[in-house]
């Protein structure tokens, strides 16, 4: 599937697609206007309406869920090695963009914001930043793009208490989708939110486990650490951690 990397959202065709595009500028603006997040002067960021819209309005769309998904990841390791593979710039500019509008969407959309998300927000700011950069290399300047998503790296709880604030409309306006695009969406979402508890425990367990590794071998982490290993083998059967429970207890 091809995208153009110097447009600021992915299209659509069809004349529903153009309307629920316009639909969904509307209720960023109410939405901004709210929150009292309009444009000014100190940061004028109408175009990353424009960005979001387009972004909003292809997640509508099955062929584009299906797109992305051979490369979005939740760990920054399958991200860097999908990059390293990358044969030219590219793609490694579509891994970023992908994985950052993914992350942009399933934390402002999917799930309200929260301030816990702190490993997730940089993340999403590094995989913007990230995108910007190749952006950058691929046309030997800061495309209008790169700007936008520069713009969404360095004011990244911004546009995500936007998003969250739109979260029901947004919503309402995918109850009205056919019914195979909320197939794909229910879909989506009910993988999402069954990984969550997962991935947020292993993100817990890898933290503890690095201070761990540094040396920090006291017995209140030490339990942390078996706790945390039980706690994984509960959600996930297929979690093997013998290796680990050997390393923790034989010191």
Same mark, same amino acid.
């Given at each position: 599937?091809?995208?153009?990397? &110097?447009?600021?959202?992915?299209?659509?065709?069809?004349?529903?697609?153009?309307?629920?595009?316009?639909?969904?500028? $509307?209720?960023?603006?109410?939405?901004r206007? @709210?929150?009292?997040?309009?444009?000014?002067r100190?940061?004028?960021?109408?175009? =990353?309406?424009?960005?979001?819209?387009?972004?909003?309005?292809?997640?509508?769309?099955?062929?584009? !869920? +299906?797109?992305?998904?051979?490369?979005?990841?939740?760990? #920054?390791?399958?991200?860097?090695?999908? =990059?390293?593979?990358?044969?030219?710039?590219?793609?490694?500019?579509?891994?970023?963009?992908?994985?950052a509008? &993914?992350?942009l969407?399933?934390?402002?959309?999917?799930?309200?914001?929260?301030?816990?998300?702190?490993?997730?927000?940089?993340? /999403?700011?590094?995989?913007?930043?990230?995108?910007?950069?190749? +952006?950058?290399?691929?046309?030997g300047?800061l495309?209008? =793009?790169?700007?936008? $998503?520069? @713009? /969404?790296? &360095?004011w990244? #709880?911004?546009?995500?208490?936007?998003?969250?604030?739109?979260?029901?409309?947004?919503?309402?306006?995918? #109850?009205?989708?056919? %019914?195979?695009?909320?197939?794909v969406?229910?879909?989506k979402?009910?993988?999402?939110?069954?990984?969550? %508890?997962? @991935?947020? @425990?292993?993100?817990e367990? /890898?933290?503890?486990?690095?201070?761990?590794?540094?040396?920090?071998?006291?017995? $209140?982490?030490?339990?942390? !650490?078996?706790? /945390?290993?039980?706690?994984?083998?509960?959600? &996930?059967?297929?979690? #093997?951690?013998?290796?680990?429970?050997?390393?923790i207890?034989?010191?």
């Amino acid at each position: 599937m091809s995208f153009r990397l &110097d447009t600021p959202f992915y299209q659509i065709p069809g004349s529903q697609a153009e309307a629920t595009f316009g639909a969904i500028i $509307q209720m960023l603006l109410k939405t901004r206007l @709210k929150l009292h997040l309009e444009a000014d002067r100190e940061l004028y960021d109408e175009d =990353v309406n424009t960005y979001l819209a387009g972004l909003l309005v292809s997640y509508f769309d099955p062929t584009y !869920l +299906q797109a992305i998904s051979q490369v979005i990841s939740a760990y #920054d390791l399958d991200i860097f090695e999908e =990059v390293k593979k990358s044969e030219d710039r590219y793609h490694a500019y579509w891994i970023y963009k992908v994985n950052a509008d &993914d992350l942009l969407v399933s934390l402002g959309i999917f799930k309200r914001f929260r301030e816990e998300s702190k490993g997730d927000l940089e993340k /999403l700011k590094h995989y913007y930043s990230s995108a910007a950069d190749y +952006q950058r290399r691929i046309y030997g300047k800061l495309t209008a =793009v790169g700007e936008i $998503q520069m @713009k /969404l790296a &360095d004011w990244t #709880d911004r546009y995500l208490t936007i998003l969250s604030e739109a979260r029901g409309e947004y919503l309402h306006f995918m #109850d009205q989708m056919h %019914p195979e695009q909320m197939r794909v969406f229910h879909e989506k979402l009910a993988e999402f939110e069954k990984e969550l %508890p997962l @991935k947020e @425990k292993q993100d817990e367990f /890898l933290d503890a486990y690095l201070e761990w590794t540094k040396g920090l071998r006291e017995n $209140q982490l030490r339990q942390k !650490l078996l706790h /945390l290993i039980q706690e994984l083998k509960n959600l &996930d059967a297929t979690f #093997d951690a013998e290796q680990l429970l050997g390393e923790i207890l034989s010191l």
